[in-house]
């Protein structure tokens, strides 16, 4: 109760900038906290004993929320690389009705897998990144192999330049979200990662939402001074169905707010391997990230991701072995930075994009805007120079 009174303490003495909301004032507090001091004791850790049992004194009540175990089999489970369902936690916040928070439910080591992929595969082309704006196709190729060779001597030579993978800042997936429109369209679209979709499908189902389809994805590649505007995702046309998110890598503050910026929001740590599932009421709030946080023992892994994916691997698994070589790099950029994936159904089942205007469509393709910030933005929409 202290630790939640010291921080409540401190947003309190915080002075309020001209026009300043509710949620932008919280949101600039996270951003300048400092880890390991009473400014993080109001964030709701639900990795923490207490949250198990329901209470987070001063904030909203934790509540334990059911999930469908019979939607999803062992066997997909298992595939997918996740726990059977009857052994995740799952929990929902009052006044957030449709929030579900799952605390990392990943067998260990399989975590590597989606990192591996966030890396050398989904950053491939034919996706699109931010760095396209500001490169040739040929030069964003193939990030992972431009990259791997800077990431492996990162410990050797710390003032070396940039590798282009530390430059990414987002890349989307299935239909490509228009970061100027706001919009996604018919033919702005390459086709969506298989091994995703199916993880998507089966914590879909576990939230009760069997028949998802994971149609667009945006991975936000952070960066220990990175921050995520303050946004509602809303650009999808099917706002019935969830939006899921998976975390990896150091963990981060996120702020879960209402429809409107006046209300102040709640903050929650999300660690590697966490998945927030946001659908109902809680589909169209504003959130976002203000704080990425260093590890408290210096540059290094969540202890989650120490662990080795098994030799042997199902069968039918949507997992593939990840190499020693290939670890060594994902484990270099991981330990500054954090990864995260958003998965999101876009259309209701036999519904079609409407019909838009020749100008407007001309500017389907993706223009280098994107709600990723860095520590000294203070804009929503930030222009992402990879040189920067």
């Known amino acids: 109760m202290g630790k939640m009174a010291a921080a409540l303490g401190s947003v309190a003495t915080l002075g309020a ?96 897998h989606w990192v591996k992929q966030c890396l050398k595969f989904y950053s491939q082309k034919p996706n699109v990144c931010n760095l396209d704006k500001h490169m040739t196709k040929e030069e964003t190729q193939d990030l992972w192999e431009q990259s791997k ?27 490509h979200y228009n970061w100027d429109s706001k919009k996604y369209s018919a033919d702005h679209y390459t086709p969506f990662p298989s091994d995703l979709a199916f993880l998507s499908e089966q914590v879909a189902a576990a939230c009760g ?50 429809l409107k910026r006046d209300e102040v929001p709640t ?36 202890q989650c991701l120490e662990t080795s994916l098994p030799a042997v691997l199902p069968r039918d698994s949507v997992v593939e072995p990840c190499s020693v070589e290939d670890w060594q790099v994902c484990a270099s950029y991981l330990k500054t930075a954090r990864v995260n994936m958003t998965v999101r159904q876009v259309l209701a089942t036999d519904q079609d994009f409407p019909l838009e205007p020749m100008e407007e469509k001309k500017r389907h393709i993706a223009t280098g805007f994107c709600h990723l910030e860095d520590e000294t933005s203070q804009v929503k929409w930030a222009r992402l120079n990879p040189d920067s």
């Open 17 to 112: 900038e001209p026009g300043e909301d509710a949620f932008r004032k919280l949101f600039r507090f996270y951003r300048q906290s400092r880890p390991g001091t009473a400014d993080l004791g109001g964030v709701i850790d639900f990795s923490a004993a207490h949250a198990a049992r329901g209470t987070a004194p001063g904030a909203h009540k934790v509540l334990r929320s059911q999930l469908s175990v019979s939607s999803v089999s062992e066997h997909d489970a298992h595939r997918a690389g996740l726990q059977p369902v009857s052994k995740w936690q799952a929990y929902g916040l009052e006044g957030y009705p449709g929030f579900i928070f799952i605390p990392n439910p990943f067998l260990p080591g399989y975590q590597r």
């Open 149 to 175: 060779e800077f990431l492996r001597r990162k410990e050797v030579n710390k003032r070396r330049p940039r590798s282009l993978l530390e430059k990414l800042r987002w890349v989307t997936l299935g239909y």
């Open 209 to 258: 939402f069997q028949g998802f389809q994971a149609e667009a994805g945006i991975l936000n590649y952070y960066r220990l001074d990175s921050t995520l505007g303050i946004h509602v995702d809303k650009s999808e046309l099917d706002h019935s169905k969830p939006l899921l998110s998976f975390s990896f890598g150091q963990s981060a503050i996120f702020l879960l707010g209402g």
């Open 267 to 302: 903050a929650m740590f999300m660690h590697s391997g966490d998945i927030m599932v946001m659908s109902g009421f809680s589909r169209l709030l504003n959130h976002a990230v203000p704080r990425v946080l260093p590890h408290p023992e210096g540059e290094n892994l969540p």
